[in-house]
């Protein structure tokens, strides 16, 4: 009778273990609206320029080069 | 400054290329010319002797690689799957459908636009193995979408620890530049110095032809196997190589106007959009 109990009970906390996940997980999907990492510095919206914090901008400094399409 | 600054022009790929180096040794950008033409003729698939077109006349038969081609093959491969199958070495059919058969200076030829379809993903067609690779029958490839900013960032390695190698606008920046403070490069309308980065575009602008009252041109959308219908004419970025810039310039710039930038907030660190 305890063995059974005990498998009983086993059972009933890893079925509310599993629910319990499930339901914390279903209700943080990622969000595609989320913070994105790194941080943008400059305007993230298109068309335009957008800078992270990775990348200095040379104000007054000709570029020896430049990309291009090609 | 920490030594003087040297640069070389010259043509190669189909675009102009531009090496820059400090305090370089003596001849060591006659060899990094050298060492890109020969890269060239081992890519090219306009060059019916070049390793590309031998594992593409030998599709359905394994073939052996050199380091080199089995690298960008597999920079191929890694290319595929983080742009979500976006950025697709498979789709030489679809080019030579719209009739870009050979350099475009001699001019397209007859086109068929949507007759190849959208190619399989490239693992399917694509199978790589330690000096070796086969490629499914009927399936092609072409690298002239991947191998510029993957040559840039082996060239850099070899060049010198302070140089820039720009090979038809995709271009690695290693050391600290002339002045110590990176190297500038233009970057849409901006001038950015980059250390360790590198930078790439892709555009619809160049490569491009009217047929039949049909502007087409080179960039192919595999979700479709047809010249990407983009809204952006253009996509700039920097990322940590010049192989991760050109990847993500490319995948940007299929998915348009209204992906691009939070694809790019998510992989790139600067960007230009236009």
């Given at each position: 009778m305890r063995t059974l109990t005990l498998k009983v009970a086993a059972t009933v906390v890893t079925a509310a273990a599993a629910i319990a996940s499930a339901a914390h997980v279903g209700g943080h999907v990622k969000s595609a609206s989320a913070p994105l990492h790194p941080g943008v510095v400059g305007s993230a919206s298109a068309p335009g320029l957008a800078l992270t914090p990775s990348v200095r901008t040379g104000e007054g400094v000709q570029p020896v080069t430049s990309t291009y399409v090609s | 400054?920490?030594?003087?600054?040297?640069?070389?022009?010259?043509?190669?790929?189909?675009?102009?290329?531009?090496?820059?180096?400090?305090?370089?040794?003596?001849?060591?950008?006659?060899?990094?010319?050298?060492?890109?033409?020969?890269?060239?003729?081992?890519?090219?698939?306009?060059?019916?002797?070049?390793?590309?077109?031998?594992?593409?006349?030998?599709?359905?038969?394994?073939?052996?690689?050199?380091?080199?081609?089995?690298?960008?093959?597999?920079?191929?491969?890694?290319?595929?799957?983080?742009?979500?199958?976006?950025?697709?070495?498979?789709?030489?059919?679809?080019?030579?459908?719209?009739?870009?058969?050979?350099?475009?200076?001699?001019?397209?030829?007859?086109?068929?636009?949507?007759?190849?379809?959208?190619?399989?993903?490239?693992?399917?067609?694509?199978?790589?193995?330690?000096?070796?690779?086969?490629?499914?029958?009927?399936?092609?490839?072409?690298?002239?979408?991947?191998?510029?900013?993957?040559?840039?960032?082996?060239?850099?390695?070899?060049?010198?620890?302070?140089?820039?190698?720009?090979?038809?606008?995709?271009?690695?920046?290693?050391?600290?530049?002339?002045?110590?403070?990176?190297?500038?490069?233009?970057?849409?309308?901006?001038?950015?110095l980059l250390r360790d980065q590198g930078a790439a575009t892709s555009g619809t602008g160049r490569r491009a032809w009217w047929q039949a009252e049909q502007r087409l041109h080179h960039l192919i959308d595999p979700r479709t196997g047809r010249p990407s219908a983009t809204d952006l004419a253009e996509v700039s970025v920097v990322a940590a190589t010049a192989a991760g810039a050109e990847v993500h310039a490319k995948a940007a710039l299929l998915l348009g106007s209204g992906q691009a930038a939070p694809y790019l907030a998510a992989n790139a660190l600067a960007w230009h959009l236009r």
């Open positions: - | 400054m920490s030594g003087r600054l040297d640069q070389v022009r010259f043509e190669a790929m189909g675009a102009a290329c531009h090496l820059l180096g400090v305090g370089l040794e003596r001849g060591r950008l006659s060899w990094a010319t050298a060492w890109v033409a020969d890269m060239r003729d081992r890519f090219s698939r306009f060059e019916p002797d070049s390793e590309v077109s031998r594992l593409n006349a030998a599709a359905g038969r394994w073939v052996e690689l050199s380091a080199y081609l089995e690298g960008l093959l597999r920079a191929a491969l890694d290319a595929h799957e983080v742009s979500g199958g976006l950025v697709h070495a498979g789709v030489l059919p679809s080019m030579l459908a719209i009739g870009y058969t050979r350099p475009l200076r001699l001019g397209p030829t007859g086109a068929a636009p949507g007759a190849a379809g959208p190619p399989a993903p490239l693992p399917e067609l694509l199978e790589l193995r330690p000096g070796r690779a086969r490629l499914r029958p009927g399936a092609g490839i072409d690298l002239g979408g991947i191998a510029k900013g993957w040559l840039a960032d082996r060239l850099a390695e070899r060049l010198a620890d302070n140089c820039l190698v720009n090979l038809g606008g995709d271009l690695f920046a290693r050391g600290a530049g002339p002045d110590g403070e990176g190297w500038p490069v233009g970057l849409g309308p901006a001038t950015v």
